[in-house]
């Protein structure tokens, strides 16, 4: 019976993609758990090299895709490169892999305990938490109480977390997990953003005092009275070059060596995910010459850092869904030649969270000053013209232009040829600018590539 199951949500899966709608990552695990839904417990556990999952509030879907590209050449893989990340995704895509030996899955942060515990993984990596999308998720205590409750039925030697991570990290005490993180002081800032989300020892409730502070609140601490500290890091990022937008690079360094990583992309937050990604492929078998290659081909995952030629301009996707994130975008931007034009989108769908006070915590302040002007869109764009306004930017060089296609086409008329056009974009925004884009023949819809 299940296999009849199985062969109608491929069906549909592939004729909604065809057709160019989303709903292909989604629409056949949706129809498949309706009619059996056990399918998931047993179609992961076909897999004859398990599963591994990587969940955090900011990086798993780029987390995930290093982890794709540098694993790639060892299994036939299972990914949910799209981002469709609830159980109904990671259902679509084990419905279309057959051929698979290795389920790797991104995971929202809410989904986690009960992918847990359907998948029943070889691995996990914890990224970090940071506040987001409190209307779905509630307060990070929450999340990462239900977390460790998901951790506890793990194999041993399974979890893998971010060391620097002060909710995370009380699971890789005593060696019950493999911690990664950032060690390099010379990057670190010189104290913690007001936006820093876990700024508190979570034994005493003392505020953690760091010895260096690198996105939010991650970074080397420990609490006063000495209940917590950052664990030692088996995996770990040093000796950090960033390059602007032009990429980066470290040292990956375990106990076995240290290997030159050369990334792509930009940015710090970047560099934890490539840490990250490296410390799960190292607990599935991967050498790290073998991470160091798959880090190196890696270009950037869909809609994060994205270029898009579009005629003689060029479209620079970042995006954004709170302040952790925000900030650290603005800050990529700002070690490069800041933009002088941006094109910034917030919506507030279901998938970015209805409540969009979030964008009063980002300190956009370092950005605006340099713009000329903003143009900005989407389905709160007063909202956003109002926060740009109130930090800064004269309000005749803000233009508001609700409809994203409209705003598209202003901002590119204001981009000179040649030049690039950076984009801000939350979830759904980014989804739609690309559609848009996808549909005028700048790039290759990802629902039909799929299809393909």
């Known amino acids: 019976m299940l296999a009849l199951e199985v062969a109608l949500a491929r069906a549909v899966g592939a004729a909604s993609r065809l057709a160019g709608r989303g709903g ?14 056990g399918a998931v417990d047993r179609l992961a556990a076909r897999l004859p090299a398990g599963s591994a999952l990587v969940s955090a509030t900011n990086g798993k879907t780029t987390t995930a895709a290093m982890a794709a590209e540098i694993l790639r050449p060892r299994f036939r893989l299972a990914h949910n490169a799209s ?21 790797l899955f991104e995971v929202d942060e809410g989904a986690l305990p009960e992918v847990v515990r359907r998948v029943r993984p070889r691995a996990v990596l914890l990224g970090n938490l940071f506040r987001d999308q409190l209307d779905r998720y509630g307060e990070l205590e929450h999340v990462a109480e239900r977390w460790r409750a998901a951790a506890a039925g793990l194999p041993p030697g399974a979890l893998v977390v971010n060391g620097d991570d002060p909710l995370l990290a009380e699971l890789a005490r005593g060696g019950a997990a493999t911690s ?6 010379s990057h670190a800032r010189p104290s913690l953003q007001h936006a820093a989300d876990s700024k508190f020892c979570p034994a005493c409730g003392r505020p953690l005092v760091y010895a260096a502070a690198y996105v939010g609140h991650l970074g080397e601490y420990a609490c006063p009275a000495g209940h917590r500290s950052r664990p030692a890091l088996d995996v770990a990022a040093r000796a950090i070059e960033l390059r602007g937008l032009a990429g980066s690079a470290f ?25 990250g990604a490296a410390a799960l492929a190292r607990a599935l078998g991967a050498s790290a010459e073998e991470i160091a290659v798959g880090l190196g081909r890696f270009t950037a995952a869909f809609g994060r850092f994205e270029r898009i030629a579009v005629g003689d301009r060029r479209l620079l996707l970042l995006l954004v869904k709170n302040p952790a994130g925000a900030n650290e975008a603005v800050q990529t931007l700002l ?32 950005l605006l000053a340099g713009l000329e002007r903003a143009v900005v869109s989407g389905s709160r764009a007063a909202e956003l013209a109002l926060r740009f306004a109130y930090g800064g930017l004269e309000r005749r060089r803000i233009e508001v ?3 994203l296609a409209a705003a598209l086409d202003r901002a590119l008329a204001l981009t000179p040829a040649g030049a690039e056009l ?14 848009i884009v996808a549909r005028r023949g700048h790039v290759r819809d990802y629902w039909r590539e ?3």
């Open 24 to 37: 292909g990552t989604t629409l056949p695990g949706k129809l498949l758990w309706k009619a059996h839904p």
């Open 83 to 103: 981002g469709a990340n609830l159980v109904s995704g990671i259902a679509s895509v084990l419905v279309t892999a057959s051929e698979a030996e290795l389920g």
């Open 180 to 185: 990664f993180g950032v060690d390099d002081r």
């Open 251 to 275: 040292s990956l360094e375990t106990a076995e060596g240290a290997v030159r990583v050369e990334l792509a992309l930009p940015g710090l937050y970047n560099v934890y995910n490539a840490a």
């Open 335 to 366: 070690q490069g030649t800041p933009p002088a034009l941006v094109l910034a989108a917030l919506n507030d769908e279901l998938a970015d969270g209805r409540d969009v006070s979030w964008i009063w915590d980002v300190d956009f302040e370092p």
């Open 401 to 403: 232009v609700p409809e």
């Open 422 to 435: 950076t984009v801000l974009p939350t979830y759904t925004a980014m989804l739609g600018l690309r559609a």
């Open 450 to 452: 799929r299809a393909a």
